[in-house]
């Protein structure tokens, strides 16, 4: 297919630091979340949005013809708040009611509350055969629908990945994009410790996928990782996207590269915000 015209990198950049501040200005408002797992994720979902590759429409969020992101890291939820809300889907001031009672910002993302989610996650493991079935749904319709899955790297020691990943293959669903945020941490620990999965890329081809490895947090190289991925024909694809968990406000949150789970405090929040304003990476 031609070639998306994507925007200029300075329009895309200007999304990403909108959402990254929803991301660190909402976890902190609540008290609770996950900014980390989100902040790794944020180039991806700001290319996927903003850059011309998911095909949605706020006015009409349920269009049987649009192309479909599900979020299987669901704990990841306030980049896919803030993605929202920075497209459009409801005020950016709602992101300050994450997670809070009667919210529609769960602390996962819940199909039947908020438009523009597309499944329920947040039970690792799921998004992929989600996302098989929306793929084979779509084809059935006669409508070139493309559906975008992103999995964490601890999530991948699921079997219910690799159980959908061969179905994907078997059925040739060329129009299935799965991206692993391969942060190299999960709740307990970093990913190698609890279960390696490395070499990774090996492993996907093994299953009859298009494999790409990238470094994630560069926009420079997913634009075009996630290009080759939609000309991609005959076989599912998948991009190995290396990340950074937090990135890039580390320096910020102290030794832990983990720091799972863990929201900002309010001066770690200022300084946070101040540092994302101030940079171009």
């Not at 929306?134 to 070139?144: E, M, N, Q, V, Y």
């Not at 996630?226 to 991009?239: E, F, G, T, W, Y």
Request: some cysteine; charged content about 25%; overall charge neutral.
């Amino acid at each position: 297919m031609p070639a998306i015209a994507t925007p200029p990198i300075a329009e895309l950049k200007a999304h990403l630091k909108a959402i990254r501040k929803g991301i660190v200005l909402s976890t902190t408002a609540a008290a609770s979340g996950h900014p980390t797992s989100s902040l790794s994720a944020a180039e991806v979902v700001t290319a996927l949005y903003f850059g011309g590759f998911l095909r949605h429409d706020v006015k009409n969020p349920r269009n049987p013809k649009r192309d479909r992101f599900i979020l299987s890291k669901g704990h990841a939820a306030p980049v896919l708040y803030s993605a929202l809300a920075e497209a459009g889907y409801f005020p950016k001031e709602e992101l300050l009611e994450l997670r809070k009672i009667g919210s529609r910002l769960e602390g996962h993302p819940n199909y039947r509350r908020l438009e523009g989610v597309e499944a329920s996650t947040g039970s690792l493991g799921q998004g992929l055969s989600l996302g098989v079935g929306h793929c084979l749904a779509t084809r059935l319709d006669g409508f070139d629908s493309r559906t975008f899955v992103m999995m964490g790297d601890g999530e991948t020691g699921e079997g219910q990945i690799w159980e959908a990943a061969m179905s994907a293959s078997k059925y040739k669903l060329d129009r299935l994009i799965a991206i692993v945020d391969k942060n190299g941490y999960q709740q307990t620990g970093s990913t190698e410790s609890v279960l390696d999965l490395s070499p990774m890329a090996p492993r996907w081809e093994a299953f009859g996928f298009h494999v790409q490895e990238i470094m994630g947090n560069k926009l420079e190289e997913v634009l075009p990782a996630l290009q080759k991925a939609i000309d991609n024909k005959d076989r599912p694809s998948v991009i190995i996207s290396h990340t950074k968990k937090g990135w890039p406000i580390m320096d910020i949150l102290g030794a832990d590269p983990n720091h799972h789970g863990k929201p900002l405090t309010k001066d770690e929040c200022a300084k946070a915000l101040a540092f994302i304003e101030s940079t171009d990476l």
